[in-house]
């Protein structure tokens, strides 16, 4: 009867998320919290929690305001009823482009705002409710983009600012790999893949739905010992030794 919130739901990977999870039985997935800054879900959004038989909630969250993440995690922390909360996906970020290099980015301070420093306010938020739970699983949606050990041929890329911030969320689900190991806590980040949404392109890889049921496969096989403080890459057959720069093999990914 696990439990999970999902940052960034209106639409793309967070969306397919939630129609992933709702294509599960309620004994592996009972309680799901669809959140997204806006007051009111998204069409698509509210189409999906309102055929979920109660089973999928909407709540507000804006993940750069600690107000808008307290109150939240409040209002779900009531809908639990005592219960702990099991999984926390953190999803929602931005990847803005910047043409002609490092040297001519000025949305660094902004990307890092929403891609690291607003995980770690959610994450943080939302532990005593994880402590609570019986998973005890946060993973952080990352890319092989902020991978160092590949960052060579994604140069093509001009997203300077999401390839360094996606590296400190890597460092960030380390550290709290790290802190909450004694707890028993499962802390990893996890790439989705190139998928076809609006911040990836009608050009990516994969359909939204296939990486959202690989990064599922993931989430629902992971455990303390074999996936804490884990950088892992989705699995899709037939991608395992794909040609150009992306391979879906389920390994680890350099760091």
């Not at 669809?34 to 507000?60: C, F, H, M, N, W």
């Not at 926390?88 to 420093?117: R, W, Y």
């Not at 997203?159 to 990893?188: C, D, H, R």
């Not at 990836?200 to 939204?208: E, M, Q, T, W, Y």
Request: net charge neutral; hydrophobic share 40%.
């Amino acid at each position: 009867m696990a439990s999970y919130v999902i940052t960034g739901c209106s639409r793309g990977l967070g969306l397919a998320l939630v129609s992933q999870l709702l294509s599960l039985p309620t004994s592996q997935a009972a309680s799901i919290f669809a959140t997204s800054r806006s007051a009111q879900p998204s069409p698509s959004l509210k189409e999906l929690i309102d055929q979920s038989s109660g089973r999928a909630s909407y709540v507000q969250l804006d993940i750069t305001d600690t107000i808008s993440i307290r109150t939240a995690a409040r209002q779900i922390e009531r809908q639990l009823q005592g219960r702990g909360l099991d999984v926390l996906i953190n999803n929602a970020g931005i990847q803005p482009v910047c043409k002609g290099g490092a040297e001519h980015m000025d949305n660094l301070s902004e990307t890092f705002n929403v891609n690291v420093n607003a995980p770690h306010e959610v994450i943080r938020t939302f532990l005593p409710l994880l402590r609570k739970g019986e998973r005890k699983l946060i993973t952080n949606i990352s890319t092989t983009l902020g991978s160092i050990g590949t960052a060579s041929p994604f140069m093509a890329k001009s997203t300077p600012a999401y390839n360094i911030t996606k590296a400190a969320l890597n460092m960030l689900t380390v550290q709290y790999a790290l802190s909450l190991e004694s707890e028993g806590f499962t802390v990893f980040c996890l790439s989705p893949g190139w998928l076809r949404t609006d911040l990836g392109g009608p050009r990516a890889d994969l359909p939204v739905e296939t990486g959202a049921e690989a990064v599922m496969k993931i989430i629902l096989q992971a455990n303390h010992k074999d996936t804490n403080g884990k950088f892992l890459n989705i699995h899709v057959p037939g991608w395992e030794q794909a040609q150009g720069f992306n391979q879906y093999d389920g390994a680890e990914i350099p760091w």
